[in-house]
């Protein structure tokens, strides 16, 4: 099986800093694209941030020029970097990898149990 386990979440003040990081695990062959997802109370799970194993990214509009993703392949690890924090990026967290297990395997999706981020005012 795959794991991916999150770290990095916590509580931090409006302007500040902190650093995801997601580690995958298990029967992996291959990881194609991974990516962060959020999740705030009361909505629907939305897009981050997304690297292609050759390291083209994608990011939300509302976390441009803020948030930073990064991964190492060697490592099977991918990073988000979160700078100028606000409230409104308050959420649970998700990593997301869509991993190929073997060779006759078909590529899934695989997600994180997910870590809390909170930013005060």
């Known amino acids: 099986q795959v794991q991916l386990v999150e770290s990095g979440g916590g509580l931090v003040q409006a302007g500040g800093s902190l650093r995801l990081s997601c580690a995958a695990s298990?029967?992996?062959?291959?990881?194609?694209?991974m990516g962060w997802y959020r999740q705030a109370p009361g909505n629907q799970r939305e897009l981050v941030a997304t690297i292609t194993r050759g390291g083209s990214t994608n990011y939300a509009d509302s976390v441009k020029g803020r948030f930073t993703i990064s991964r190492d392949n060697a490592k099977n690890t991918v990073h988000l970097q979160m700078n100028s924090l606000k409230p409104e990026d308050t959420a649970v967290y998700y990593c997301?990898?869509?991993?190929?297990?073997?060779?006759?395997?078909?590529?899934?999706?695989?997600w994180g149990q997910g870590t809390q981020v909170t930013v005060s005012s």
């Open positions: 298990g029967t992996i062959f291959r990881i194609n694209d």
């Open positions: 997301n990898g869509r991993i190929v297990q073997t060779l006759i395997s078909i590529l899934a999706d695989y």
